[in-house]
């Protein structure tokens, strides 16, 4: 099914804190704060990381209060909205953001979970094949997509947003889950190739272009592209997996035992993905479990 368990810290586990001491006046580039990285560093070593700022190479400790010694589970305290590449390809560990995250956060990330209580940029999960995000607040565009040029993008994991997203979440995605809790704009499934995309607060336009496989579910009536064909109206029976997997990450999808209607396409590729649609009755009991943590953290 391709949904990632949240695996946070526990009690016994020593955390390091990095408190942003001002938002920088540039996006700063700081792909070295991952579990990967951090794990094995003592203080003196983490603080002495090196960072971007342009073209200029400085130390994390420039940027960031330092609290504790090097670790798998980071927490991140300030709005880092313009700080770039958090958690880029981390197999492991926790990064919790109370705050903002910016661009590539966890992009291309294999295991681990990264959680921020804000709002998030473009490329969250970009190419990911593992692991779990969770953003509480919005997200900018390209989520779990391929990168310009790209083949394929997401390949494994989940991503969880409770507000809105950007353009094209999901292109050229082929495994893994996507749920937003709230409206998605233009393109979402662009190019789709596999995977399962859950719309609990419908779509703008456009949804599902050039899909050649894979699922797309909106709990809300979306405008279809003309390339679309209605093959029938049923109960899909693998939502009821997908209901039980996302209630255990504090999503609430309503209406999975009800009726909704399939369409196939894109056929101007063609392809053979899937749009589901729900009854609109459903509509009102949509999204709000998805910012929940159901793990009490």
């Not at 094949?129 to 994991?157: D, E, K, P």
């Not at 609430?252 to 894109?266: I, V």
Request: proline share 4%; glycine share 16%.
């Amino acid at each position: 099914m391709g949904l990632a368990r949240l695996a946070g810290p526990t009690d016994d586990v020593i955390m390091i804190t990095l408190t942003l001491k001002e938002q920088p006046s540039v996006p700063l580039e700081a792909e070295v704060i991952s579990p990967d990285v951090l794990a094995n560093l003592d203080h003196a070593a983490v603080r002495a990381l090196p960072v971007y700022l342009g073209k200029r190479r400085l130390r994390l400790d420039e940027f960031f209060e330092v609290d504790g010694p090097g670790s798998e589970q980071i927490v991140i305290r300030g709005d880092a909205g313009k700080v770039k590449m958090i958690g880029r390809g981390m197999t492991r560990g926790s990064v919790r953001i109370k705050g903002n995250a910016g661009m590539h956060l966890g992009a291309e990330m294999k295991g681990g979970s990264i959680e921020v209580t804000g709002n998030a940029s473009d490329w969250v999960g970009a190419e990911m094949t593992g692991g779990f995000i969770r953003i509480q607040g919005n997200a900018g565009g390209q989520v779990g997509a391929a990168y310009r040029g790209s083949l394929a993008g997401m390949n494994g994991g989940a991503i969880l947003i409770g507000g809105t997203a950007g353009l094209e979440v999901g292109m050229r995605m082929k495994r893994g889950t996507i749920v937003v809790g709230k409206t998605v704009r233009d393109f979402a499934g662009l190019q789709m190739k596999g995977g399962t995309i859950f719309l609990l607060g419908g779509a703008e336009i456009r949804t599902g272009a050039w899909m050649f496989r894979g699922t797309i579910v909106s709990l809300l009536p979306v405008a279809l592209l003309p390339t679309f064909s209605f093959a029938c109206e049923y109960n899909p029976s693998f939502l009821r997996l997908y209901v039980k997997q996302l209630a255990a990450l504090g999503v609430s999808l309503p209406n999975a035992n009800g009726r909704w209607k399939r369409y196939t396409g894109d056929n101007s590729v063609p392809g053979k993905g899937e749009i589901l649609i729900g009854e609109p009755e459903a509509s009102a009991a949509s999204a709000t479990g998805v910012v929940s943590n159901s793990s009490g953290r």
